[in-house]
Antibody, heavy 120, light 107 residues
Framework: EVQLQQSGPEVGRPGSSVKISCKAS????????MNWVKQSPGQGLEWIGW????????DYAEKFKKKATLTADTSSSTAYIQLSSLTSEDTATYFC?????????????WGQGVMVTVSS | DIQMTQSPASLSASLGETISIECRAS??????LAWYQQKSGKSPQLLIY???RLQDGVPSRFSGSGSGTQYSLKISGMQPEDEGDYFC?????????FGSGTKLEIK
């Protein structure tokens, strides 16, 4: 059974950074890209980017290029997103989502989401 | 970026009713479209991909159609478990973009 287990809620001060993890199980981690998606009440759903764990290659939405850094540890089948220079605009729920086999442009399994709150 | 305009924003349906949700893309997305259902407090579930392909395990009352810039999701016979938020996703061009969502409730 495919599972994506994300880390717990985060509270970060303005200007700081947070790092969220997404541990994959039930499939070969390096065979599928991992996407990251932001969900906030004001902006809806936004695609942040993806990482190909096999090669470590990444693609980002322009809006998130200076905000997010995607990495992956193949030894532990875990993907990470680091959010830097936090502002109130970063308060949201962040999901990891596995690319669909045969077509990386869709996401078939999602993590449970991590709530990030930016507060002083 | 490709803009996805989704309608309606909310919908109320009776049990057994057939409903449709629409997504219009700002340019041709060549059927690179998916539909998701999200229940309150849960993560999204893939229903349809490539505009009309039913994801494994999804009930056959869900169907997708469309081409070019116009796409729709149909639920043939509303069930209680179908309440939730629905949204589309275009996977044609970076950055992938989502529709604004449709809240579906039982009347």
């Amino acid at each position: 059974e495919v599972q994506l287990q994300q880390s717990g809620p985060e509270v970060g001060r303005p200007g700081s950074s947070v790092k969220i993890s997404c541990k994959a199980s039930g499939y070969t981690f390096t065979d599928y890209v991992m996407n990251w998606v932001k969900q906030s009440p004001g902006q809806g759903l936004e695609w942040i980017g993806w990482i190909d764990p096999e090669y470590g290659s990444t693609d980002y939405a322009e809006k998130f290029k200076k905000k997010a850094t995607l990495t992956a540890d193949t030894s532990s089948s875990t993907a990470y997103i680091q959010l830097s220079s936090l502002t109130s605009e970063d308060t949201a729920t962040y999901f990891c989502a596995k690319g669909l086999g045969g077509s990386r442009r869709y996401f078939d399994y999602w993590g449970q989401g991590v709530m990030v709150t930016v507060s002083s | 970026d490709i803009q996805m305009t989704q309608s309606p924003a909310s919908l109320s349906a009776s049990l057994g009713e057939t409903i449709s949700i629409e997504c219009r893309a700002s340019e041709d997305i060549y059927s690179n479209l998916a539909w998701y259902q999200q229940k309150s407090g849960k993560s999204p579930q893939l229903l349809i991909y490539a505009a009309n392909r039913l994801q494994d395990g999804v009930p056959s009352r869900f169907s997708g159609s469309g081409s070019g810039t116009q796409y729709s999701l149909k639920i043939s016979g509303m069930q209680p478990e179908d309440e939730g938020d629905y949204f589309c996703l275009q996977g044609s061009k970076f950055p992938f973009t989502f529709g604004s969502g449709t809240k579906l409730e039982i009347k």
